[in-house]
Nanobody, 132 residues
Framework: QVTLAESGGGLVQAGGSLRLSCAAS????????MGWFRQAPGKEREFVAA?????????????SYADSVKGRFSISRANAKATVYLQMDSLKPEDTAVYYC????????????????????WGQGTQVTVSS
């Protein structure tokens, strides 16, 4: 069993920045997809960003972003640690949501990374509120 602990949410003014962190309880996967979803009140949970790490590429991983956050958000990970970050810049009020960290112990290809049903592990969520 893997648990994910998120931190870094909060209240920020439009145009500001926040960095979310997600620490996995154990790095037992040789290859995985780790990322973020978000859910605003009254809306469906939606894909934000994902990073793909294979057993043959420990120095980094390819990434993918929702169109709504491209150029503003950046996903990264701490080397040798089961931790992923989401740097959020130029925040907008429409970014207000609960943000969830997710992990799948496999590299998700063909757009599957944006399907919330593909992920095995979810964090408890952290609230991000952007005021106008």
């Amino acid at each position: 069993q893997v648990t994910l602990a998120e931190s870094g949410g909060g209240l920020v003014q439009a145009g500001g920045s926040l960095r979310l962190s997600c620490a996995a309880s154990a790095r037992t996967f040789s290859s995985y997809t780790m990322g973020w979803f978000r859910q605003a009140p009254g809306k469906e949970r939606e894909f934000v960003a994902a990073m793909f790490v294979s057993a043959f590429n420990w120095t980094g991983g390819s990434t993918s972003y929702a169109d709504s956050v491209k150029g503003r958000f950046s996903i990264s990970r701490a080397n040798a640690k089961a931790t992923v970050y989401l740097q959020m810049d130029s925040l907008k009020p429409e970014d207000t949501a609960v943000y969830y960290c997710v992990v799948k112990p496999a590299v998700l290809l063909g757009g599957r990374y944006s399907d919330k049903n593909e992920y095995d592990y979810w964090g408890q969520g952290t609230q991000v509120t952007v005021s106008s």
